[in-house]
């Protein structure tokens, strides 16, 4: 069975002060690992697709790298407008496109 | 930009209800999906379909219903709301063999 693990279940940040968040994942074969942002009383919104291990993504103070068993969301200098929930979602090759998603990382960034 | 649009952001019923959720999807994408969310337990799918008038049950189908009567559009039925139906919906879509889900808004039920 697919399973995703996001940690720290919260995280809060002083604006500016870097940090990571994590994704541990275990899948038979993975197809795509997936980065949302979701703010309170939204709808998740989509931010990368990451597809093999070593592969990086960039979009603005946000960057996401992969390796065979996790990934990682860096966040550089982050603002208050980073704050939101941030959500990891792994697919797996071969089987049901349905992504297992991970419960999910609150981050405040006080200013 | 993909846009996909819920019907209601906020619902007040009554227990015993009959509620639907409509969801409409612009991008001619094969799959949708209703999920709820609530605090602590994350996203739980509840229904997905593949392709017009095709449904598959999620991991807590109980209680609910879907028709996908045409290809943009994807509605989640509760033939008689209870108050453990109070939760956030979602509803996403995706093209056909990606991983990526496009949300919308959502829509808060609350049944009293």
């Known amino acids: 069975e697919d399973q995703v693990t996001q940690s720290p279940e919260a995280l809060r940040l002083q604006e500016g002060e870097s940090s990571s968040l994590n994704c541990s994942y275990t899948?038979?074969?993975?197809?795509?690992l997936f980065w949302y942002r979701q703010d309170p009383g939204k709808g998740p919104e989509f931010l990368f697709t990451?597809?093999?291990a070593g592969e990086e993504k960039e979009k603005e103070r946000l960057k996401a790298t992969l390796t065979k068993k996790e990934s990682f969301l860096h966040i550089t200098a982050p603002k208050p407008e980073d704050s939101a929930t941030y959500l990891c979602?792994?697919?797996?090759?071969?089987?049901?496109?349905?992504?297992?998603f991970g419960r999910g990382t609150s981050l405040i960034v006080h200013p | 930009d993909v846009k996909v649009t819920q019907s209601s952001r906020y619902l007040v019923k009554r227990t015993g209800e009959k509620v639907f959720l409509e969801c409409v999807q612009d991008?001619?994408?094969?799959?949708m999906f209703w999920y709820r969310q609530d605090p602590g337990l994350g996203l739980r799918l509840i229904y997905f379909?593949?392709?017009?008038?095709?449904?598959e049950k999620g991991d807590i189908p109980e209680g609910y219903s879907v028709s996908r009567e045409k290809k943009e559009r994807f509605s989640l039925i509760l033939e008689s709301a209870s108050t453990n139906q109070t939760s956030m919906y979602l509803c996403?879509?995706?093209?056909?063999?990606?991983?990526?889900?496009?949300f919308g808004e959502g829509s808060r039920l609350t049944v009293l």
């Open positions: 379909s593949y392709d017009v008038k095709m449904k």
């Open positions: 899948v038979s074969g993975l197809r795509g």
């Open positions: 990451l597809y093999s």
């Open positions: 996403a879509s995706s093209g056909a063999g990606t991983g990526e889900l496009f």
């Open positions: 991008m001619d994408h094969e799959n």
């Open positions: 979602a792994v697919q797996a090759a071969g089987g049901s496109y349905i992504p297992t």
